[in-house]
């Protein structure tokens, strides 16, 4: 029986605090990754790698840009296994504290030209504690929503974890191209840029208010004092479902690299093409702003038709977008490159609107944490954190050209559509066949390991 559109399961008021609390964390994570990639692009390498010559200084500035998906596993790892043992709530707090305090030291750091070697030295330090708070908090974000949320809207409130990313970006560039419009090149330089991660402190402040007001999930609640339930740790998560996070990473891809390719190193690309920094941010911003409506619509249809199906159609579009993507923004025409760097993004965020459900149903209670956080994180670290880096060497290798940044993305996308077609759906957080699931238990999932099977109990319902 299929489950109409329309969700018929009322939300309880910790569902709805859930969702808040968990949409001001995505909102100040994207936030303050949305303005740092914007500004390795076009800031940070005449502020603290001026003493390189600008290829290499982009370069540097984009490497600085990675660490912080480096430092993603390290923190999905840590926070994973605490989340697992304690509970999603402490640790989302803390999370959220360390993500506001590193963006605030950013936005107070003097440049290479005042206190030397310590200005990019700091600006790494800072990236990593912002990399390492987010490696813990996307996914903790997620899992506390998803365990609140009703059964029939898990995808849904999924999704909204991830509408921080178009939202943001929205956010992100209507200020930066408001700072670039009323203020001098100078200016935007000496301190303009510095305005929109000092204003990340009240995100934080908002955002802790609401996140003391959140309970434990229930889900992790009635399974916690159990001894079969409770968490055995990173490596046996790895050992269990090694093959299942493996399987998630090379998914999500063709979403990761598209969204980066497209909105870090396309900035650059299109400054290169003589496009304006206030045509580039309206470009980001109406293009995002049009995902937030993608990946709304894709987290309705994920909780109807199944999450791998909305991650597949999403990818497919990522893949056109590959083919013709530098062909058609090298035409140098706006509209042509705004409608072309849209549908790449409205492609990835409809994609992106089945992640969240997807990973999290991957996994038992006792292990959910974790194993998403590794999951999410390691694409990142896997596929994410090169993208621009890779694009901006591999166009700099090839004296311009974009024929090899478009075989690799051609080929990341190819390789996660045939991976995705292999699988299934996983099971409910419960442990139960979705209506959509035609065909039994999925295959790789949890139910079908060692641990899966521990951890799945029958009677009157099923349960992890």
Same mark, same amino acid.
């Given at each position: 029986m299929r489950l109409p559109l329309r969700p018929t399961t009322p939300a309880s008021p910790q569902a709805?605090?859930?969702?808040?609390?968990?949409?001001?964390?995505?909102?100040?994570?994207?936030?303050?990754?949305?303005?740092?990639?914007? &500004?390795?692009?076009?800031?940070?390498?005449?502020?603290? =790698?001026?003493?390189?010559?600008?290829? %290499? /200084?982009?370069?540097? @500035?984009?490497?600085?840009?990675g660490v912080g998906f480096f430092a993603r596993p390290v923190g999905g790892f840590a926070f994973g296994h605490i989340g697992d043992r304690v509970g999603r709530r402490n640790v989302l707090l803390t999370t959220f504290i360390s993500m506001g305090l590193a963006s605030l030291v950013i936005g107070l750091l003097p440049p290479y030209s005042s206190i030397g070697f310590a200005a990019p030295l700091l600006l790494v330090a800072m990236r990593f504690i912002q990399g390492f708070a987010l490696g813990g908090e996307a996914t903790g974000s997620q899992l506390m929503? &998803?365990?609140?949320?009703?059964?029939?809207?898990?995808? =849904?409130?999924?999704?909204?974890?991830? %509408? /921080?990313?178009?939202? @943001?970006?929205?956010?992100?560039?209507?200020?930066?191209a408001v700072l670039s419009g009323v203020l001098s090149e100078d200016a935007f330089i000496s301190w303009g840029w510095r305005v929109p991660f000092l204003m990340s402190i009240l995100l934080v402040a908002v955002g802790i208010y609401i996140r003391t007001k959140v309970e434990e999930t229930p889900v992790f609640a009635e399974k916690a004092e159990a001894p079969a339930q409770r968490s055995t740790g990173p490596a046996?998560?790895?050992?269990?479902?090694?093959?299942?996070?493996?399987?998630?990473?090379?998914?999500?891809a063709p979403i990761v690299v598209t969204f980066y390719?497209?909105?870090?190193?396309?900035?650059?690309?299109?400054?290169?093409?003589?496009?304006?920094?206030?045509?580039?941010?309206?470009?980001?911003?109406?293009?995002?702003?049009?995902?937030?409506?993608?990946?709304?619509?894709?987290?309705r249809l994920a909780d109807v038709h199944g999450r791998r199906k909305i991650l597949m159609i999403g990818s497919a579009g990522t893949l056109f977008a590959a083919v013709v993507f530098f062909p058609v923004v090298d035409t140098g025409s706006f509209p042509v490159a705004l409608a072309m760097v849209a549908f790449a993004l409205v492609s990835a965020q409809f994609g992106n609107a089945g992640q969240a459900a997807l990973?999290?149903?991957?996994?038992?209670?006792?292990?959910?944490?974790?194993?998403?956080?590794l999951a999410l994180t390691g694409t990142n670290l896997v596929f994410a954190a090169p993208a621009?880096?890779?694009a901006s060497w591999l166009t700099g290798l090839s004296g311009g050209g974009t024929l090899s940044i478009t075989v690799f993305w051609v080929g990341v996308t190819v390789a996660a559509l045939v991976n995705m077609a292999l699988m299934s759906d996983y099971k409910t957080l419960e442990g139960a066949r979705h209506h959509f699931d035609k065909s039994g238990p999925a295959a790789g999932g949890p139910a079908d390991t060692p641990e899966g099977r521990a951890a799945v109990q029958t009677g009157d319902g099923v349960v992890r």
């Open positions: 709805k605090r859930a969702v808040t609390s968990g949409t001001f964390g995505s909102a100040l994570e994207w936030f303050d990754f949305s303005v740092y990639g914007a &500004m390795s692009a076009t800031v940070f390498p005449k502020l603290f =790698f001026d003493k390189l010559d600008p290829a %290499m /200084g982009l370069l540097a @500035s984009f490497a600085t840009f929503t &998803m365990e609140h949320a009703p059964g029939d809207r898990r995808a =849904f409130y999924g999704a909204l974890m991830g %509408m /921080g990313s178009p939202v @943001s970006q929205v956010a992100a560039n209507v200020l930066l046996a998560v790895i050992r269990g479902h090694g093959w299942t996070i493996l399987r998630l990473m090379l998914a999500y390719i497209v909105s870090v190193f396309g900035l650059s690309y299109l400054a290169d093409l003589g496009f304006s920094r206030s045509n580039t941010f309206t470009i980001i911003l109406i293009s995002n702003f049009l995902s937030v409506i993608a990946i709304w619509w894709g987290g990973f999290a149903e991957a996994f038992p209670t006792r292990m959910r944490y974790t194993g998403s956080a621009p880096f890779l």
